[in-house]
Each structure stands twice: as C-alpha cells, then as structure tokens.
C-alpha cells in the first residue's frame, strides 16, 4: 500500500522521530509506514489521519 | 493520542514487564535449585547463568528504551515490555516461525528416537536450536516488515 505520509511530514517539517512521538509510534515504525513496508493497523490508520485532518483515503492507496 | 489516553496501558506493561521479570528469576532460581540438588551443578550453574543474563539484557533493554527512546530498536522495545504495534508484529510473526519449527523439529527428533538417536541429546540440544531459530527469524521479519 502506498501512502503520503513522507510529503505531509515534510510539509511540516517534522522529523520521523517526532511524528512517531505524535502518533504513540517508534521512528522505525514511521519508517516503515513511508517506505510501505509495513501497513498500519485501523486504528493507527485512524490516528494518522486525524493528525493530518485528512481522511484515511487522501493518505493511503491501493496498489494497482 | 494523547498522554492521557497512553498512561494506563503503560502502567499496565510496566507491571506486566515487573511480574514478568519476577516469575523469570523464580523460575529461573527453582530450576537450577532443583537441578543442583539432583547432582548437576555445572548444569545448575549454566542455567543460573543464562537466566540472569537474559533478565540483565531485560533489565538494559528496559533501561535504554525509555532513556534513549530514539536509539532503542526493535527487540529492545519488546523486552523492555514498550512495543509498538509493528514491533508486536514483528513479535507474533517471529513466534509463529519458532512454532512451526518446534513442530517439525519435535516430529523429527521423536522419529529420530526409533533410529536409535539419544533422545537426551535431542531434548537437551532442542531449545538452543530453537533460540538460533528466533534470533534469524526474527532478524529476518524485522529487515521485511
């Protein structure tokens, strides 16, 4: 699953350790969500889109 | 998420990870006691050995996760009883590995037995081959995930 978290961290400015410290995550979690080697749980998900007034769709999409 | 909402899961791993640490060492004290006064002290001392070198490794896994938060990988999250959700993955994934070995391996050594292997040897030798086991699985799920 690819995903804009990469482009809306940078948009503000935040480094992988501190948005991991936002969202109750490791950096390495963070790391893992940008490179999509790891897809998040519902929850998280949720958590992400809620810290980025976004709706889940607007940061992760399905590969096609 | 706020810190509210954080503070009572953490409290309720930070005992989990005390009671844990506390039903290691008594474990850990009993088996090589028993082992001791059944006249296998190098084995007694071995086990008294391993066991307090896991609970240290614990015990610094614990201490750097929450003194070096951003320095602390993985496995010193899960032992230190602070995993995140993909470190809990990375746990369950690992120990799934570890399960389907232990059948195979526990399948062939109980074959092994009608071949006339030891079967002390294979109960002795088993939990080292299954350790070696967790560390490159878990080595390996963790580079993939």
Redesign the interface.
């Known amino acids: 699953m690819q995903n804009e978290i990469r482009r809306l961290r940078e948009q503000r400015g935040l480094s992988q350790a501190a948005l991991g410290a936002e969202l109750g995550v490791s950096r390495q979690t963070v790391n893992s969500l940008e490179t999509g080697k790891y897809d998040p749980s519902l929850p998280l998900a949720f958590t992400i889109a809620r810290y980025f007034a976004r709706s889940i769709e607007e940061i992760f999409h399905v590969d096609d | ?1 706020s810190t509210t909402d ?1 503070s009572a899961p953490a409290r309720k791993t930070t005992a989990a990870w005390f009671v844990g640490v506390a039903v290691g060492l008594v474990i850990c004290l009993g088996l090589a006691l028993a082992v001791g006064l059944a006249g296998n002290r190098d084995a007694a001392a071995g086990i008294l050995t391993g066991g307090v070198a896991v609970l240290v490794l614990a015990g610094w896994a614990r201490w750097r996760s929450v003194r070096a ?2 320095r ?3 496995a010193a ?1 899960i032992a230190a009883g602070r995993p ?4 809990l ?1 990375v746990h369950q994934a690992t120990l799934a590995v570890v399960g389907v070995i232990a059948i195979l391996l526990s399948g062939l050594a109980s074959a092994a037995t009608f071949l006339s292997v030891d079967a002390t040897v294979l109960v002795r030798v088993m939990p080292f081959v299954l350790v070696a086991t967790m560390l490159i699985a878990f080595v390996l799920v963790d580079r ?2």
């Open positions: 998420m954080r938060v951003d602390a990988g993985t999250r995140d959700e993909r470190d993955r993939r995930f």
